[in-house]
């Protein structure tokens, strides 16, 4: 336990973040079916953070970073990596802070997420995902310019402001009048996961969190089960995008190793078959990435039969083009 | 004034549905866009209908109804006609209430509402839109079948059902801190536009309403510049399928003439234009004829310039295939 206390952020740090985001981040709405309780035989209540600003909950770390930096260090600008959920919610943050960004994104990201970053303001460094380092190319570029880099999950202030989510989540199930038996999170670098980990178990010490990852990028659930980061071969691929980090992050996973209960994966067609749910039951765009979790409810992953189950849809960045395309594969 | 205060449903009337609906209905997030802000220069609250249970508005009215119904007459069942969504808003309800449910749709329908209604309990009776009275079909199938009819929206139970997303609107402005100047509704029948402007008119008397409607459906626009109740020729076509009723309500027209500002017209392409904003910058999935409202702002119809202006996303029921077929038209 005393390896666990000392664990940051602490869930002061979230209640610091979300006092931060009051009024800026969107307290996105949870969502239930009565189509998704009945297949389920449980109550499956979703974070609808596709609804956040910039259409992931990547504004709420990226936001409650920023605004912890001084004046001299806004001026100078910010730098992130990100395949485009962490940039727009950098670019938007530092958009609200008056601070300039330059973000490096991968070559192969969603055209929506690359032009939605420079929409907001940020200049674009496109990089070769399955040839160059991100970390290399931005903290030269970094360097070079004198920004402060905003890491997309392995950063306490980030894992904090992800972690309003899970804040929301446990007030919006009081206003219910119900408990959490379980929460998934969809799961990239596990900052989200981290911050909803430390914000949930706080109040709610029986809780079972899994992450949710895609097939061939597993990486938490072998670490997890190994009790030791492991990598991804990035060889594979997969149409979850935003899901693609190679590795657990340092900071994320000392968390995530003492909180969680275990790591799901799902397959592309699960994946989509939740795109598809959401868009005809829910009527939400979910891309991807932000399906997974409940593409692991719908699979049959977890048990959800009498129990509450909780799950973040964590973004809604998707083209027009693999929208449709998902949507035509019924 | 006295004609005015002898209107029905009341104030009272729609608070009394909001305590029935409690727990039922869904109370919709009422979602507000930075970048939907930023192109009108004013303040957008957009009222999330199609997030309701069965993916539209029109479950209030009709869970307010069939739950006033007597013990027998719910035992025999209940009857109605409906484009789709007051189809499916009927079934659910019905379901519920453990009252059988026969619905009389116009065989173009958008089959996802056909299914739907189906798929919630229903017998569907299909009708050509085109050469046959639904009206008539209806009223003779209830008749022999002993059924009571829930109207679509010339009832005062069904007017007043639909004003709780009005109460809910003034309810979720005032814990922003905010009073909108201006409401727009997507206008079919008139039931969503006559119960929200009771809703709205009780609390904030200055409040401006107007009804929004597709081209060549402008029913009510003409009706209220006419200030008595005029047809549609029913020639024209509309990709707005839940908004092609032929004329006003006879109730709803009685409220909407003494509290509506006026009627806004949408074509089919600004329809569709709101359709894609919807997908790409909120994230939600909305139908034509729930994208109405959006459109009239998007196209400049109102001006939102340093005002507060709150439209209703009346709807989300849409097929795959429509959707994709908007989605690909930029």
């Not at 950063?155 to 379980?182: F, H, K, N, Y």
């Not at 991807?288 to 692991?296: E, F």
Request: charged share 25%; aromatic share 4%.
């Amino acid at each position: 336990m005393s390896d666990l206390e000392s664990l940051e952020p602490t869930f002061d740090d979230i209640e610091d973040a979300a006092e931060r985001l009051d009024g800026v981040a969107i307290r996105t709405p949870l969502i239930e079916s009565a189509e998704l309780n009945a297949r389920t035989n449980g109550r499956i209540l979703l974070k609808a953070e596709c609804l956040q600003r910039t259409g992931s909950f990547k504004f709420r770390g990226a936001y409650n970073t920023i605004s912890q930096l001084t004046a001299d260090e806004r001026k100078n600008g910010v730098l992130a990596w990100s395949s485009g959920n962490h940039a727009q919610g950098v670019a938007a943050a530092a958009g609200l802070l008056n601070a300039p960004a330059t973000i490096v994104m991968p070559s192969d990201a969603p055209t929506i997420k690359i032009e939605n970053t420079k929409h907001l303001g940020a200049e674009v460094v496109l990089y070769d995902r399955y040839t160059e380092s991100r970390e290399e190319i931005g903290t030269a570029l970094a360097e070079e310019r004198g920004m402060t880099i905003v890491r997309p999950y392995d950063d306490v202030r980030i894992i904090a402001g992800q972690g309003t989510a899970g804040l929301e989540i446990d007030e919006q199930c009081q206003d219910l009048g119900t408990e959490p038996d379980a929460l998934l999170v969809n799961c990239g670098g596990g900052g989200l996961t981290a911050g909803c980990s430390i914000a949930l178990t706080e109040v709610n010490p029986a809780i079972e969190i899994y992450c949710v990852e895609p097939a061939g990028f597993d990486d938490h659930a072998r670490s997890l089960a190994q009790g030791d980061r492991v990598e991804n071969s990035m060889d594979e691929r997969s149409i979850c995008d935003a899901l693609l980090a190679p590795k657990p992050g340092e900071i994320t996973f000392a968390i995530n190793r003492h909180l969680l209960s275990g790591g799901l994966t799902v397959t592309d067609e699960e994946v989509k078959a939740a795109v598809r749910f959401a868009f005809q039951h829910l009527k939400l765009v979910v891309e991807p990435g932000g399906a997974a979790s409940l593409a692991a409810i719908l699979a049959g992953k977890i048990d959800c039969k009498g129990r509450t189950v909780c799950a973040i849809l964590t973004g809604g960045n998707v083209t027009n083009e693999t929208f449709s395309k998902i949507l035509s594969e019924t």
